[in-house]
């Protein structure tokens, strides 16, 4: 004799198993907010010794710019943070920052995400969205 589940268990099963597959955000992939700050952080110690690009950085308040870039990056990888820094174009404009020197923070940043253990894949998804930003950055 088959014996049927009741309809209350089916529902369960059928729930549980949609919750267990909901998709994790970017910003969970990427560690939380936790996360973040470690790669923040380690990106503004690879800035300290990095003689290429740290002179963009001369006047910058660190306590300021690892709080904005924290907020920044939650935002885009679609945190629970909202980020209320200057625009790309107002931090930017004056700084005529080179392609080259763009992408060695970028490298920096990889770095970073690297000493975290971000898996590939993951890095790649940050940086699709942080790319669309270059315009606002670089030759202004």
Aim: charged share 20%; hydrophobic share 40%; with cysteine.
């Amino acid at each position: 004799m088959i014996r049927l589940m009741p309809i209350w268990m089916v529902i369960l099963v059928l729930l549980s198993g949609c919750a267990h597959n909901q998709q994790q955000t970017l910003f969970d992939k990427l560690g939380g907010h936790d996360g973040l700050t470690n790669i923040v952080n380690g990106l503004i110690e690879q800035i300290g010794k990095d003689k290429q690009i740290l002179h963009y950085f001369r006047d910058a308040r660190v306590s300021r710019f690892r709080e904005h870039l924290i907020d920044h990056f939650c935002a885009i990888a679609d945190g629970p943070c909202q980020y209320t820094g200057d625009n790309m174009t107002d931090i930017h404009t004056g700084m005529k920052i080179t392609e080259k020197d763009f992408n060695r923070l970028l490298d920096l940043l990889i770095n970073a995400m690297d000493q975290q253990n971000i898996p590939h894949p993951v890095q790649n998804k940050l940086l699709a969205r942080l790319a669309p930003l270059r315009t606002y950055i670089i030759y202004i």
